[in-house]
């Protein structure tokens, strides 16, 4: 008797912890950065693809579907997840159509109508008699009526009266049942309130296109001027906007155009030595003129710059604008905020330093001193300053030397108010720097582009930029040069050099740059074994012209058509790399979400040397049989061949043409 009356007692005992009532399980959803941590990226008029796990006991069927919104949506929007047996895996989709941040999530719930259609379907074939199980279908369609309105009501009330209807023959209530206009309105109308979840709402941030396909061009706006040895101005920048939208380029990035610094102002070649008209590097910002908010007296004023940025708008071109957060000596911030800086046990002010060099002219910020919340201000309304003034887009110097706690903050601060801006990180760091950096806010990256120069080493490369984690937040931004990096590539490929890495840089990533010069083929070191230009325009002002012999403006002009005119180079994900049976040769495809662009480009990365070798077509991928013949248009040069079946021979010789560009059509020309 006393243990029967403990079994009461313990059977009436309240549980410890709360009693589970999601009914299916929902895992693996996908795409989804360090557990939500981190938003994916897109651009607008993408279709986002979603896949998910959903799993529950026994054999009743459930459905799933997709739960999203947009900037400034008051509820959820739904797309339907449908199941694959094969990988045992749900897949959906939705298209992102405005600019900012949007949410997405899973939801799951057990369709007892599917059930039952399953069920009454597999026991009316078996001649079983079904006359309950039609009141059961009944049930459940009246209910879905009740939830209904207008038209669907009126039509599910009917179909459960016929249910009901013992007088109509049993294979016609089983048909009228089943019938895919009633499947779809009991679909439309389920009781959701018992919807199991995926507990966490995942967030992709949608940018405008020019975030994921674009040329930049860098250049210098003090150089523009058209007197050798003159400091040039915002107006004389203006003038070369037009010739620079003929080219293609979409946006154009300017170095700092702030109040250079005085003391310590470096020299031509980062010298010591520095003469009363040496202009002294742009990234050394601030004096008496202003910091951060001001612009250099040489280049004009404010409302010189406005017009600047009008004249670029007008060429449909946008106006990058280097964001480097560092002082010179004589920045207003130096002596209005000394705490700001690193001070030294002296009371100096630690300079910039990357041993053995010496950057005397710049002094880095202290982002964690203890007045970091005005500081943190005064960078963030540094930057809405300039979108004031029209400038969508940031070209970041260093952000890996900065907390990446502060670009976290202030990127979400700045697109908040304005999600259209655009922000490069110049990371050249290690790997998993870099890719904190794209996952915390920067809309694009540089990398390591600039190293990668056997065909090894590139099909590497872009294979985990497009097909790893990577490609959901991290966009590469393909420079080929920058004022920092000349690569010995093309030191000592000369001007077959410039055209390869102009043709990698251009069909490899939807987004490349170059720096002024590079169209001049400048590739003069400041020593032998450096990587540094010789008379840097980082230290001095120069005079070039634009249209000299061998130049490579024809090349870039051509390259920016191809780009624009075929969906194919739109995209970092569509890529694949096939068989060159040399080495010396780079053999890829491109294509269209549609399919219906097809691009195979060979590129020969031996500037010195023609190659030739038998490149393997994906010829099932171009929905070819593995023995017809089939044209391609070189978009280089307009020359067609007719190649048949997968193995096809190429010959590039890097005097005369160091790539092919092969727009495929289905079959030859008559």
Same mark, same amino acid.
């Given at each position: 008797?006393?243990?029967?009356?403990?079994?009461?007692?313990?059977?009436?005992?309240?549980?410890?912890?709360?009693?589970?009532?999601?009914?299916?399980?929902?895992?693996?959803?996908?795409?989804?950065?360090?557990?939500?941590?981190?938003?994916?990226?897109?651009?607008?008029?993408?279709?986002?693809?979603?896949?998910?796990?959903?799993?529950?006991?026994?054999?009743?069927?459930?459905?799933?579907?997709?739960?999203?919104?947009?900037?400034?949506?008051?509820?959820?929007?739904?797309?339907?997840?449908?199941?694959?047996?094969?990988?045992?895996?749900?897949?959906?989709?939705?298209?992102?159509?405005?600019?900012?941040?949007?949410?997405?999530?899973?939801?799951?719930?057990?369709?007892?109508?599917?059930?039952?259609?399953?069920?009454?379907?597999?026991? =009316?074939?078996? +001649?079983? @008699?079904?006359? $309950? &199980?039609?009141?059961?279908?009944?049930?459940?369609?009246?209910?879905?009526?009740?939830?209904?309105?207008?038209?669907?009501?009126?039509?599910?009330?009917?179909?459960a009266i016929y249910l009901r209807t013992t007088e109509a023959m049993t294979a016609d209530r089983v048909r009228r049942a089943t019938e895919p206009g009633v499947v779809a309105a009991m679909a439309a109308h389920v009781d959701h309130r018992n919807d199991s979840r995926y507990p966490r709402e995942l967030e992709v941030y949608v940018d405008r296109p020019l975030a994921q396909f674009g040329a930049w061009y860098e250049f210098f706006p003090r150089s523009q001027g058209t007197t050798p040895g003159v400091h040039g101005t915002f107006a004389d920048a203006a003038r070369r906007l037009p010739r620079?939208?003929?080219?293609?380029?979409?946006?154009?990035?300017?170095?700092?155009?702030?109040?250079?610094?005085?003391? =310590?102002?470096? +020299?031509? @070649?980062?010298? $010591? &030595?520095?003469?009363?008209?040496?202009p002294g590097s742009p990234w050394a910002i601030g004096n008496a003129d202003g910091g951060h908010t001001a612009i250099e007296p040489k280049l004009g004023t404010i409302e010189d710059f406005d017009a600047f940025v009008r004249t670029a708008r007008d060429n449909e071109i946008d106006v990058a604008l280097d964001f480097a957060l560092q002082c010179s000596p004589d920045h207003p911030w130096v002596e209005e905020h000394p705490d700001w800086f690193h001070v030294r046990p002296d009371g100096s002010i630690r300079y910039a330093e990357n041993p053995p060099k010496k950057y005397q002219d710049i002094y880095p910020i202290h982002f964690w001193c203890d007045d970091r919340v005005a500081l943190w201000n005064a960078c963030r309304d540094a930057l809405l300053y300039w979108v004031e003034h029209g400038v969508r887009v940031f070209r970041v110097d260093n952000p890996h030397t900065k907390p990446l706690a502060f670009w976290e903050w202030a990127i979400r601060e700045?697109?908040?108010?304005?999600?259209?801006?655009?922000?490069?990180?110049?990371?050249?760091?290690?790997?998993?720097?870099?890719?904190?950096?794209?996952?915390?806010?920067?809309?694009?990256?540089?990398?390591?582009f600039t190293w990668r120069n056997t065909a090894p080493e590139m099909r590497a490369f872009v294979e985990e930029l497009a097909h790893g984690e990577l490609a959901e937040f991290h966009r590469p931004n393909f420079f080929a040069n920058t004022p920092d990096i000349l690569h010995e590539y093309l030191q000592r490929g000369g001007r077959p050099a410039f055209r390869v890495r102009l043709v990698l840089a251009a069909t490899l990533s939807p987004t490349y740059g170059i720096y002024s010069g590079y169209e001049l083929c400048e590739n003069v070191p400041v020593r032998p074994g450096s990587e540094e230009y010789l008379d840097s325009e980082k230290y001095q002002l120069r005079h070039r012209d634009w249209e000299a012999p061998g130049n490579l403006n024809a090349d870039i002009a051509t390259i920016n058509r191809i780009r624009r005119e075929n969906p194919a180079l739109q995209n970092l994900r569509n890529v694949a790399f096939h068989t060159s049976e040399n080495d010396q040769v780079l053999f890829y495809h491109r294509w269209s979400d549609d399919g219906a662009n097809n691009l195979l480009i060979a590129v020969n990365v031996d500037p010195h040397r023609a190659q030739e070798t038998m490149v393997h077509v994906p010829v099932g991928a171009l929905g070819l049989g593995p023995d017809a013949a089939f044209e391609v248009e070189d978009l280089l040069t307009g020359a067609r061949y007719t190649w048949r079946g997968a193995r096809n021979y190429i010959r590039l010789d890097p005097t005369e043409q160091v790539a092919h560009v092969l727009r495929v059509t289905q079959s030859p020309r008559a």
């Open positions: 008797m006393a243990q029967e009356k403990a079994r009461t007692v313990r059977s009436t005992r309240k549980t410890g912890s709360k009693l589970p009532s999601d009914r299916l399980l929902i895992e693996r959803v996908s795409p989804e950065i360090d557990g939500g941590r981190y938003p994916i990226k897109r651009v607008v008029g993408d279709r986002i693809a979603i896949e998910a796990d959903v799993i529950k006991d026994g054999h009743d069927l459930f459905a799933a579907r997709i739960c999203y919104r947009g900037p400034g949506d008051d509820g959820w929007s739904h797309a339907p997840l449908e199941y694959e047996f094969g990988p045992d895996r749900w897949h959906g989709s939705f298209v992102v159509d405005r600019v900012g941040r949007w949410q997405y999530t899973v939801e799951a719930w057990e369709d007892p109508f599917a059930t039952w259609c399953d069920g009454i379907r597999k026991k =009316f074939d078996a +001649g079983q @008699n079904i006359e $309950l &199980e039609l009141v059961e279908g009944a049930l459940l369609v009246e209910a879905a009526a009740r939830r209904a309105k207008g038209e669907a009501r009126s039509t599910l009330r009917e179909v620079l939208a003929e080219l293609g380029f979409d946006i154009v990035y300017l170095p700092p155009i702030h109040p250079v610094g005085h003391r =310590f102002r470096k +020299g031509p @070649n980062n010298s $010591l &030595e520095c003469g009363p008209s040496d700045v697109q908040d108010r304005h999600p259209e801006v655009i922000f490069l990180a110049e990371a050249f760091t290690r790997p998993k720097r870099l890719a904190a950096l794209a996952k915390l806010g920067f809309t694009q990256s540089y990398g390591y």
